[in-house]
């Protein structure tokens, strides 16, 4: 059939236009992410794993046990997490992807936290304007449904083949579940309490910071959890733009036709998500 | 009238709310005496409160009672702004809230005028004391200061000893008592209570009422009170407002309300209640019955007083019309066969003396055999201000009327008569 609107030539002009335009601000995010990955991998790296390990499962042992962590009950709580981190990381070692695992977890976090720093103050945004709301809700459609592939090819026009690109079409994947959530969480309290903050005199702030964010914070916080879940799906698609860790090791394994490789990092890639899901999630249902 | 003397805390000046779009227009034609369905159909707007016009005294419990729709929760919230009026004055110690700035209002919500709502309000992610505190934070107390009054506030309600407690480990009344310590912490000059114990189940709500009313006594706030259930309006309030679809019906005292209701709507709402609570002693009395003057009435002029007042008992007073007893004529017919010059002797003084306030519930118990009458006498000089009939009780009581209570006491008669 003849093409009889050519769209797809205009959105190219467009992003032509905005990054001939624009360059220095390209370079400067993508020397900006570039720099944080890196500092952050080697800083990691540097770690002797064993350290590591023992943080995380430290720390998700609390994180699940709570207050009671020194009793039975907090024990029988905490050890699950706390054990499967330890056996899970000790594989990964032995494997010999630990220093791949470390450039995911890095990838995953920088990506999240970019996602979550525009994504919750949006998400704050659209619940308290409907015209923002409007706006923006056609734009997350747009950003989830829209196949993750197709963000690589301009995010390589604008930065080069590396973590950058990795990075951006994360967070431009993962991004959404945050916005909405936070929206979702902000819209469930209850109005009598947003209403008696009012009567008592409390400014837009005041019932921002003390009623609203306080109350929404467990659904916030399971947008955390999946906007971390969404980032770690997106590993293997940001291998392809040059993107280090587990993801680009499948992705050899694809190329390679590698059945050993690809089950190896595959497996580490699960692990990994089991844990940052266990550890998120206990967070969230803290109080 | 003593009230009027009374400072006027609230004034509510032809306070009209519209919802919808074109308020403008629907203001117009309310004005012009349009229908609330006329104006629905051409503006698309709905009155929610037109033309409320009331004050509310300072220290007074004002009751406003209404079904739901008939916009009593728009008229509470009118007087603190969280509806913003579309015409008319809200006056707050003569200030007019509506006209203030976004900051004076503010200010006047948190100092001045404190809510407690139907459903609490609490924030569930603090415990019951920082709620209690919240009021006091959001107008930026020093966090000691604020505790100290928290503290000060739960202890009125009754809540020591839950603190740290959170608002979902505590029962609903328990929780209510939170909001109400909330609301008193800021120490305001009025209280806005919308349906603050419709939540509550029946045995914790009488409960709470009492509680308000004993700390009503300590506090002595101006309180505005919202209700569905007219027993709860008697019970609690000193005036009563009774709306219906954004009208205000009748204001008056319960007992103004009951016995002389303004509409049938009132009316309607008015047999709902159980009278025997509310009709008072004050309502059913004789002002003016005969008297036999002690002193000066010997048993012939008494016998000839009853023969023309065609009854068989009457009450005795002294110069200053203190009430002393009740004589009946057989005592009376018996002196005077004696030739005996002074009643003494007939006077019974076992009789009941009661007081305005009785109501028919109080002066049941007090009904005997004999048919006395009670006397209402003042509770200050003990001067006689009327008598009250047994059979007007028992009329209040059982809504029968007169001719068929003296056949039920006919037939209560006979059956003794047979019983013998």
């Not at chain 1, 936290?113 to 619940?127: E, H, K, N, S």
């Not at chain 2, 025997?276 to 059913?284: D, E, F, H, V, Y």
């Not at chain 2, 007073?317 to 018996?334: A, E, P, Q, Y």
Request: glycine share 8%.
């Amino acid at each position: 059939m003849d093409k009889i609107i050519d769209l797809g030539t205009y959105i190219e002009k467009g992003i032509n236009a905005l990054e001939s335009h624009l360059s220095f601000l390209w370079s400067a995010i993508d020397d900006g992410i570039s720099w944080t990955v890196e500092s952050m991998n080697d800083g990691l790296l540097a770690i002797p794993f064993w350290i590591i390990i023992t943080l995380i499962a430290l720390l998700g042992y609390y994180l699940s046990a709570g207050k009671k962590s020194f009793t039975r009950e907090g024990f029988k709580k905490g050890i699950g997490i706390a054990s499967f981190t330890i056996l899970g990381f000790v594989l990964i070692y032995l494997m010999g992807y630990w220093k791949e695992t470390i450039q995911t977890t890095t990838l995953v976090l920088v990506s999240s936290v970019i996602a979550l720093i525009f994504g919750i103050p949006i998400g704050i945004w659209t619940a308290r304007s409907h015209i923002a709301d409007t706006v923006i809700r056609p734009i997350l459609d747009f950003m989830q449904t829209m196949p993750a592939f197709v963000y690589l090819i301009p995010a390589i026009f604008f930065f080069s083949v590396g973590n950058s690109p990795g990075v951006i079409a994360t967070v431009i994947f993962s991004l959404p579940p945050a916005v909405r959530l936070t929206k979702l969480g902000i819209h469930s309290v209850p109005p009598d309490v947003v209403e008696a903050g009012y009567a008592f005199g409390a400014t837009e702030k005041q019932i921002l910071y003390k009623i609203q964010l306080p109350l929404a914070m467990p659904t916030i916080l399971a947008g955390v959890n999946q906007v971390i879940l969404l980032s770690l799906s997106m590993v293997v698609i940001a291998s392809m733009v040059g993107a280090k860790g587990l993801g680009s090791i499948v992705y050899q394994g694809i190329q390679q036709n590698d059945i050993a490789k690809g089950f190896e990092s595959g497996l580490g890639i699960v692990i990994l998500a089991i844990i940052l899901d266990r550890i998120t999630q206990s967070i969230g249902s803290k109080k | 009238m003593e009230e009027e003397s009374r400072k006027v805390k609230i004034k509510v000046k032809d306070l009209t709310l519209i919802f919808g779009k074109n308020k403008e227009q629907a203001l117009k034609m309310l004005k012009a005496g349009h229908s609330k369905s006329d104006i629905l159909e051409k503006t698309k707007c709905t009155i929610g409160v037109n033309t409320a016009n009331f004050d509310v005294y300072e220290g007074e419990i004002f009751v406003v009672m209404g079904l739901s729709g008939s916009g009593k929760s728009t008229l509470i919230r009118c007087l603190n702004r969280l509806r913003k009026p579309t015409d008319g004055q809200v006056l707050l110690n003569g200030h007019d809230i509506t006209k203030e700035t976004n900051r004076e209002l503010l200010e006047t919500r948190r100092t001045e005028m404190s809510m407690v709502f139907q459903n609490f309000g609490l924030l569930p992610h603090r415990t019951i004391l920082e709620n209690a505190a919240f009021g006091l934070e959001i107008r930026g107390e020093a966090k000691e200061d604020r505790l100290q009054r928290a503290q000060t506030a739960l202890e009125t309600v009754g809540l020591q000893g839950y603190e740290h407690q959170y608002p979902a480990e505590l029962s609903g009344g328990m929780q209510q008592r939170v909001g109400l310590a909330r609301a008193l912490a800021n120490d305001p000059e009025v209280l806005l209570m919308d349906e603050a114990f419709s939540a509550l189940d029946p045995l914790i709500k009488s409960d709470m009422q009492e509680e308000l009313l004993a700390i009503q006594e300590k506090v002595h706030k101006t309180i505005v009170f919202i209700t569905h259930d007219l027993d709860e309006a008697i019970k609690l309030g000193d005036r009563i407002v009774i709306m219906k679809d954004g009208i205000i019906e009748q204001i008056g005292n319960a007992e103004e309300i009951m016995t002389n209701p303004a509409s049938e709507y009132v009316e309607a709402f008015v047999q709902k209640v159980d009278r025997k609570t509310i009709i008072t002693a004050g309502s059913l009395m004789f002002e003016k019955p005969t008297l036999v003057q002690y002193g000066k009435d010997g048993p012939e002029v008494a016998i000839r007083k009853m023969r023309t007042a065609s009854v068989d008992v009457l009450p005795v007073v002294d110069k200053n019309r203190k009430f002393l007893g009740f004589v009946w004529l057989n005592d009376l017919i018996d002196l005077a066969k004696n030739k005996t010059q002074k009643i003494d002797d007939a006077i019974r003084t076992e009789v009941s003396s009661i007081h305005k306030d009785y109501t028919v519930e109080d002066m049941l118990p007090l009904i005997s055999g004999k048919k006395s009458p009670l006397a209402v006498v003042d509770e200050k000089d003990g001067r006689l201000q009327g008598i009250v009939t047994q059979t007007s009780i028992i009329i209040e009581a059982t809504k029968y009327d007169k001719n068929e209570i003296s056949d039920l006491q006919e037939q209560a008669k006979e059956f003794f008569k047979w019983t013998k």
